[in-house]
């Protein structure tokens, strides 16, 4: 499998640096009682913390926000995962519980306020690719279960025949979402500055910890970025 990242990405965002972590042999059945705690502790601090009218001009929010303005006809509409996952913490207190990874990811995503995919790697075709839509790609809408077209320009994350997410991590398909049957995964962290590489790599390195010790298999982290931006595996 490769995953990629177009070059038309960089022109519009050239300091764009994503963390990717391949996880292979995982159990990610049933529910952990320790996660659930640290979640659980994540979600009070965001909620104690955090009010929505501020999200906007946060350090690590701002930036996705501002990419919004930039190519968004309605930006204002438009949240990063992130963004997404704190106002809904904020507005009911809590997140939904789905499966060790995605709560793993989710705990990582409110922890670093950061952008963090995850995909069942056995569910992708052949290669992901981040890049601009032509279109004329299917995008399987799970709210109004039917298949649509991402409008031409936006980003989107796709496989040879589906797109996975919608400007850039708006909406997921639910083609490749991870359940309690994936053995195989992949892990995306995304940043933008003020977050450095480095720092992007850090979590990275810190997420791979973690799917080990919650979800047992293996992980390997790799860095890519406009001058490394395509990777085989």
Not at 8 to 16: G, Q, S, T
Not at 120 to 138: C, P, Q, T, V
């Amino acid at each position: 499998m490769k995953f990629s990242i177009a070059k038309e990405v960089f022109e519009h965002f050239p300091e764009l640096s994503i963390g990717l972590i391949i996880a292979e042999g995982i159990d990610n059945t049933g529910k952990s009682k320790e996660l659930d705690e640290l979640i659980s502790e994540i979600v009070e601090l965001v909620r104690t913390s955090y009010n929505p009218t501020e999200f906007a001009n946060d350090q690590l929010i701002s930036p996705w926000k501002s990419a919004y303005f930039d190519y968004e006809e309605k930006p204002h509409s438009t949240h990063s995962s992130v963004e997404r996952l704190m106002i809904d913490v904020v507005e009911s207190g809590d997140i939904e519980r789905k499966n060790k990874l995605k709560d793993l990811c989710n705990f990582m995503c409110l922890k670093h306020t950061v952008p963090v995919e995850c995909f069942d790697s056995e569910k992708i075709n052949a290669e992901l690719i981040l890049k601009r839509a032509k279109g004329n790609e299917f995008f399987y809408d799970a709210e109004q279960k039917k298949k649509i077209n991402p409008e031409k320009g936006e980003f989107i994350y796709a496989d040879k025949v589906n797109v996975l997410a919608r400007k850039l991590d708006y909406s997921d398909s639910d083609k490749a979402l991870t359940s309690n049957k994936t053995k195989k995964a992949v892990i995306l962290i995304e940043g933008l500055k003020p977050l450095t590489k480095a720092k992007v790599e850090k979590i990275a390195d810190e997420t791979a910890e973690l799917i080990e010790g919650f979800c047992k298999g293996k992980t390997r982290v790799f860095m890519l970025d406009k001058e490394n931006s395509s990777i085989e595996f």
